[in-house]
């Protein structure tokens, strides 16, 4: 299976995931922490050189699908 259809194929699989990381991805901390104090948690984590609000990515998502 090619990276294209196996990205493909995970995105499917897992539409929350995938949204989350789109709606989370900051490119500094502050906006992270703003986005955190919007969605009701504390904190914020990095993932590939960007920010993202919560202490971690569980806590992201569930934030996120209450949202």
Known sequence: MG??????????????????????????????????RELGCKGTHQNNGLWMPCSGEAMLHKELRQE
């Open 3 to 36: 990276v294209a259809a196996l990205m493909l194929f995970l995105a499917l699989m897992q539409p929350n995931q995938v949204l989350a990381h789109a709606k989370g991805l900051y490119k500094t901390q502050a906006e992270a922490e703003q986005r955190a």
